[in-house]
């Protein structure tokens, strides 16, 4: 019995790390700079899938990303946390891809996952902060979702009773699996990684990296050769349970016309860079009319209403 | 996002510094785990990785999970229920639960029950890094040294049935050894056989089948909640001393009730209990006789590393609120680390860190070795050349580890009362405020020198291995090969500082007895420590040129100091002693 989940997860610039070369000239995000990190709420929908097969009699938990091969330390960082299969879903076709081409993608690779009980996303990626992404997603796969996420409080008989944000409070919602969920950074904290699945999985490959890693310690052997070594690489990694799927278009079988470039009706029309300067402090004073005074000040410049 | 373990550019230095492959070898046994574990490395550079990634999750889960925490651990502590059970603060308890899930609850124990086979090293990093983030929780974390002497000494059968569930974090332990009348002279732990006073200190009796029971009130129990108890207690009473004293496993029921909850200076997070037992049934571990001479003494040893640990973690995180603060308060218009007199205050409190650090590195390092070497011997070895040279090792090991074991506890614990000290006097007034976390550092830092042992202890024990010879060859060691030429005049030095020990030593020998040597004792092992992390700082300065100006920082100020010792010691005075109804006075008359 239980349910099986299907987390989709990125891997982000850490923007929290913002340093001088964090932005090119053009104003776009300079990726290199910058660490590359699970996207936080994501985190906590791994987590909340985590616990539905922990609390609701087992399934599996199955965490799916797109991207570039770099992106397998977040699959990593999952399998460390208790992920079951993880997928990395990399194809040089779906590059430029937007929300909606994504969201095209990913319902292809999750359709491929066979039967799923509850899809999970977080809320939004810091990079791009659009949280188009999961509802885009449900849509796709015809699914019911709930958004803002904060608790799933029950599963019974296939209804599952949630909390979730709305704002200025939160209301309890009631809905029949299948069905998709995205999850704010306010619900369960994410567990760390486990040591012993850590000592694990550090050695789980993709075949692309994999790849990789022949061509770095290799470099004089033939194609054939290298192809030879990679595929004993990749049998023997299967032995152990550490393989790290790789799905590429045609296996998800997306229609090239809704992916990359071609799918993506998103047109960027300007990016502002915005450089937030510090000029100073100003003392407040701890009294009844310093912190009115700052209220006055705060409401008249719009900070708050 | 805090990680304690990457944010800390000493521990990095020091994880590289130290061979930790050579460990991997011992705890490894020739990496033959790999083959029954899918997790187990294969090889040291893999154990190493290991152990780096292993930190860096504890170093997150210090950060993220434990430091948020302490301060709200601090005010609410822990609660006595009236059915006799605790519940810890909310802190301690969603530490703990994270640390389990992390695997973190059986670092050093096998992996066939569910351990991650450390070194205790590693095990002393995590240590002091949950120690920074919470001094209490260490009192928790830290005693895995209770499933580690299960695990050395107890039955098969004993071990199966609880190192599983210590090392999943499902169950805590506790070392359940003071009474009343007995806290340093453990010694003195009751000879009374079936005793029905409640008052009474825990006694153990035997039925007409030789099941064991315990009885009696054990006080000053730190996690004296726990489920898994280790007793000490005298199952001989007709041997009134140590020799009739065996450890005994008892386990929560409603046969032990936690009466009473301290209300202490520091460490809130951690419940000190008093137990009472009410023929709560026990289980032998290993052998009768031998509780306290070896199975209390090894758990001990450990307990010491452990708490210069939590001695380190709590300097850290003093000295980090202290430099932090030195370089953003202004007064006369400049930050106030730009005043000499606070720039020296500064300085003294980082080197007091990093020698305690370098110390207790050490200290547990040589612990290391010397398991590793009983732990090949045991595992047995073919060759007879190599043989010899392993029990030749492991006691040379084990004589310098009564050394370095209370040296470590000594001077850390010592450590970070004075650099808590001194971050509450960088502060000024808004550190003895309840306002900033230094006044809780003082408060939990002031244990440190008192439990498992207390400062004169560690050095009654300590000054035994300075006189005896051992810090003197080992210092011979350190100082013999080719130095590079920025480190000759600092080695001259250190020679100097030698010669003069071996004249106090000499000197204090010739007194005879051991009056003399217990009354300088301090002194001596001072000297010993001075040169020691001279040394070591020395050799780490082959490795990174910033510790290089620490180790020529170290001589300038402990030079003096020794020639003052050395001085004092070869006065032959003994009025501490001699005129001590002048100089103490006597006790005041009672009203």
Known sequence: MGYNCVVLIKQVPDTKRVTGEAMNPDGTVNRAALPAIFNPEDLYAVELALEIRDRFGGGKVTVITMGPPAACEALRQALYRGADEVVLVTDRRAAASDTLATSYILSCAVRKCGQVDVVLCGRQAIDGDTAQVGPQLAEKLNLPQVTYVEQLQDIKDGVVRIRRNVGNGYEIVEGRLPMLLTVLDTAGHPRPAAARRLMKYKKARAKLELEAAVTAEMPNATAEGKATEVARRLADLQNRGLIIHQWNLDDIKADLQWCGRDGSPTKVHRIQSVILTGKGHKGILPTDEGVAELVTELIEDHTIS | ?591
């Not at chain 2, 805090?2 to 490894?28: K, R, S, V, Y």
């Not at chain 2, 300065?541 to 100091?561: C, D, F, H, N, S």
Request: hydrophobic share 45%; net charge negative.
């Open chain 2, 1 to 591: 996002m805090a990680n304690f373990f990457a944010d800390n550019e000493d521990i990095q230095f020091l994880f590289d510094h130290f061979n930790l492959a050579t460990l991997a070898d011992g705890t490894e046994e020739g990496y033959r785990f790999a083959k029954e574990f899918d997790f187990a490395p294969a090889d040291a550079a893999e154990a190493k990785d290991n152990y780096r990634r292993i930190l860096n999750v504890v170093g997150e889960i210090a950060g993220d999970v434990v430091a948020p925490t302490a301060e709200e651990t601090d005010k609410v502590g822990n609660v006595l229920n009236p059915d006799g059970s605790v519940t810890y603060a909310p802190g301690i308890k969603e530490s703990l639960k994270r640390l389990s899930q992390a695997d973190m609850m059986g670092f050093t124990l096998p992996y066939r029950f569910g351990g991650l086979n450390c070194p205790n090293l590693v095990y002393t990093i995590a240590n002091e890094m949950i120690s920074r983030g919470d001094a209490s929780l260490m009192n928790i974390f830290g005693l895995q040294g209770i499933a580690e002497t299960i695990n050395a000494f107890a039955s098969e059968e004993i071990k199966q049935a609880y190192l599983p569930r210590m090392s999943s974090g499902e169950w805590t332990g506790a070392m359940v050894l003071t009474e009343p009348d007995a806290g340093s002279d453990l010694q003195a732990v009751k000879t009374s056989g079936h005793d029905t006073a409640s008052e009474a200190p825990a006694a153990v009796w035997q039925d007409a089948e030789g099941n064991w029971f315990v009885r009696g009130v054990k006080r000053f129990i730190t996690n004296g909640c726990g489920e898994v108890l280790l007793v000490l207690a005298r199952s001989e009473p007709e041997i009134s001393d140590g020799r009739g004293l065996s450890l005994f496993l008892v386990e929560r029921g409603p046969w032990v009730k936690v009466r009473r909850l301290e209300n202490k200076l520091g460490i809130h997070g951690s419940p000190t209990c008093e137990l009472f037992f009410n023929d709560a049934p026990a289980k032998l571990i290993g052998e009768r006789q031998r509780g306290l001479i070896t199975y209390v003494m090894s758990l001990m040893n450990g307990a010491r590393i452990g708490i210069a640990a939590q001695s380190l973690g709590i300097g850290e995180a003093a000295w980090r609120v202290a430099r932090d603060y030195a370089s953003s308060r202004k007064q006369f218009g400049t930050a106030i680390e730009n005043f000499p007199a606070m720039r020296e205050l500064l300085v003294e409190m980082n080197l007091d860190l990093h020698a305690a650090r370098t110390v207790n590195y050490w200290a547990s390092f040589h612990v290391d070795q010397e398991f590793s070497a009983l732990k090949l011997l045991e595992a047995g070895v073919a060759d007879k050349e190599r043989e010899k040279a392993l029990k030749t090792a492991s006691r040379k090991y084990k004589r310098m580890n009564t050394l370095f074991t209370p040296i470590a506890k000594y001077y850390a614990s010592e450590m970070c009362m004075r650099v808590s000290m001194d971050a509450i006097a960088t502060l000024g007034g808004s550190g003895y405020m309840k306002d900033y976390p230094v006044e809780r550092h003082l408060r939990d830092s002031r244990i440190t020198t008192i439990y498992e042992g207390t400062s004169q202890l560690q050095v009654i024990a300590a000054v035994r291995g300075v006189v005896s010879g051992t810090a003197e060859s080992y210092l011979e060691d350190l100082a013999a090969g080719n130095w590079p030429e920025w480190a000759v005049p600092l080695v001259e030095q250190l020679n100097a500082g030698r010669a003069l020990l071996s004249e106090a030593i000499a000197f204090t020998k010739a007194q005879g007895g051991t009056e003399y040597m217990d009354l300088h004792g301090r002194k001596l092992v001072d000297i010993a420590i001075a040169l020691l992390v001279g040394f070591w700082f020395c050799k780490q300065g082959l490795a990174k040129a910033a510790k290089q100006v620490v180790a020529r920082r170290w001589l300038i100020t402990r030079m003096p100091e020794i020639r003052k010792l050395h001085s004092m010691i070869m006065s032959g005075d003994r009025s501490a002693i001699a005129d001590f109804e002048t100089l103490a006075a006597p006790v005041p008359a009672g009203e």
